[in-house]
Structures are given as C-alpha cells and as structure tokens.
C-alpha cells in the first residue's frame, strides 16, 4: 500500500541522547515535510525538503537537522535532545504544492524526552 | 507571513446537535488552498476538503458543509447531526499554491460529542 512510513512509533529518550526519527514513502514525491504537533498548538512546520539534494527550515527548526539525500528516505534528527521536544512528530510528502493531489502525511511517532 | 485561527479551542455538544467550526486565515498571497484535516482518538491525520480560492461555492459532503467566505476570510465547517464518531481535533489549515508551498495549521478545535 502506497504511503509514508515512520518509525518508531513512539520512543522514550534520555535527555542529552541523539535520535533519528525516520520517515519513507513509497509514492516517489518531490517535497517532504517535517511537523510537529502540541497540545493547544497545532501542527508546525519543522523542516521540508522541496526535492532529494535540498533542504528548508520551516517555523521550529531549531535542535533538528534533515537530510535528504534520495527521493523516498527524509530523516529527522535530534542531536542533542530536550525535555521540549517531546511532541508527536508527523511526516508528510507531496507531489507539488499541498493542494495538489497526493498530500500525504503519516502516523506520527510519539516522542518523550526525559 | 500566513496565519490560521481557529478561535474554539473546545466544543461539546450532544449527539444530534449541529455545530459549526470557525476558522480564519491571513495571508498575502492573491492564490491559496484551504482544507480541513480531522485527527480522531486515534492519532493519525484524516484529509476531510481542499478548497482554492477561486471558487467561493458551499460545498456539502453527507452531514459535512464548508462555508467560504473570502470577503471575511473565514472557511467555517458545519457538521449536521452530530455523533459521538464526530468526536475529534479538527485542523483548518493554509497554503500557497505556487512552488512547493507548506501547510500552516491552525491551533485545532477539539469537538466533544456525547450520547
């Protein structure tokens, strides 16, 4: 079934401790994206990647790095990471602009940073 | 910059009740999507409408309506008769429509729907 993969699904991480949140899709779109969602906050935008080779900051970039290097792999990494990062983090990947066909977005994984 | 708001941030009605979800966007661009998103109990994200704003017509799905008004620069979503399925965050959210233009979502508004 076509669709973006993310894992894991939730992980319990030590403050100080690197992670790498994966996401994959399968449908071949030029653009991904990373969000991530708090309560009372909505969804924010952390980092895109309009195509494989190029990266973008969004709202929240900060303590997160992207890379992107082929067309279905767009890993998210926190290098250091902090108690407030804990949120669920949504991938998403699109074939052109978000109102084009084919906005596509995960199931989240559920971090908590302790 | 873009900017959704979605002044509700918790509703709760009784099933059967309509209720009505407001959102209001801003932005500079003379071209641009709307769309609803519903993340149930659950987690994940549900696609529910996109809307551009050339076409400023009503659009009713089942017990779903959206209302556009681009004088107000509201994008308001009814839901008629409501059930305790209805029960979910629901996201209005904005984009451009040139280049590889990102989502802005509104806070969300958390409908409650008991029996």
């Known amino acids: 079934i076509a669709g973006i993969t993310q894992a894991p699904t939730s992980q319990i991480l030590a403050a100080g401790r690197r992670m790498t949140l994966r996401c994959t899709q399968d449908m071949r779109h030029n653009a991904m994206y990373w969000y991530r969602q708090d309560l009372g906050l909505g969804l924010r935008l952390i980092h895109y990647?309009?195509?494989?080779?190029?990266?973008g900051k969004g709202e929240v970039p900060d303590g997160y790095s992207v890379s992107r290097a082929n067309t279905d792999d767009f890993p998210l990494t926190l290098a250091s990471a902090v108690p407030s990062q804990t949120s669920v983090y949504f991938c998403a990947s699109s074939e052109g602009p978000p109102g084009a066909p084919g906005y596509t977005f995960g199931s989240g994984t559920r971090l908590t940073v302790v | 910059a873009q900017k959704v708001t979605q002044a509700q941030t918790e509703i709760s009605v009784v099933e059967k009740e309509d209720v009505t979800l407001d959102c209001v966007y801003e932005t500079r661009d003379t071209t641009y999507y709307l769309f609803w998103y519903k993340q149930p109990p659950s987690g994940e994200l549900v696609f529910l409408i996109r809307?551009?704003?050339?076409?400023?017509q009503n659009e009713i799905s089942g017990r779903y309506s959206w209302n556009f008004q681009k004088s107000t620069s509201s994008f308001n979503f009814t839901i008629t008769a409501s059930q305790v399925v209805d029960s979910a965050v629901y996201f209005c959210?904005?984009?451009?429509?040139?280049?590889?233009?990102?989502?802005?979502f509104g806070k969300g508004t958390m409908l409650l729907v008991s029996p």
């Open positions: 959210a904005l984009s451009g429509m040139s280049g590889y233009s990102t989502l802005t």
């Open positions: 990647s309009n195509t494989a080779g190029t990266t």
């Open positions: 809307r551009n704003s050339f076409d400023e």
